[in-house]
């Protein structure tokens, strides 16, 4: 159990989900650089975000309808990214730089990928990852 309720990645304000996943300037740093790869970086959480469901579908609004589904599919991943590493830190004391998190973000994105969750591609490949298998031939 967590001694108290300060946030794991910035230290300022009580950890709620919605100030860990969308009000913590650390998060809002990781969305950003996310969402500026995809040329989506109007869609970042404001510092003023009254909840994840709220700014999601205010951000899906913004797009055509063939990139909703991608945006939806970046914000479970980021999500799940930023809940992963909150855990770390809270519970192994080990911490990670937002740009560490973008580059484990660009590869989850190859693996979902790779599992058939075609929708994160397009993020691993703004973030300079290939998605796909490389085949190597020797001749």
């Known amino acids: 159990m967590q001694d108290d309720d300060t946030c794991a ?5 009580s950890e709620t989900i919605t100030h860990l996943l969308v009000g913590c300037s ?10 500026q790869s995809m040329g ?9 975000s009254f909840s994840l469901a709220n700014w999601w579908a205010s951000a899906r609004k913004c797009l055509l309808k063939d990139d909703r589904r991608k945006l939806d599919s970046i914000i479970i991943l ?3 990214i930023l809940w992963l590493e909150r855990n770390k830190r809270v519970f192994d004391r080990q911490a990670r730089s937002a740009q560490q998190l973008l580059s484990l973000i ?11 969750y075609t929708q994160v ?3 691993a490949v703004a973030l300079g990852r290939r998605p796909g298998r490389t085949i190597t031939f020797v001749t």
């Open 9 to 13: 990645f910035c230290c300022q304000e």
């Open 78 to 80: 980021v999500s799940w």
């Open 106 to 116: 660009a590869d989850e994105a190859v693996q979902w990928g790779l599992a058939g």
């Open 26 to 35: 650390f998060s809002r740093e990781v969305w950003f650089a996310a969402l």
């Open 40 to 48: 989506w970086q109007s869609l970042a959480p404001p510092s003023d």
């Open 121 to 123: 591609e397009a993020l």
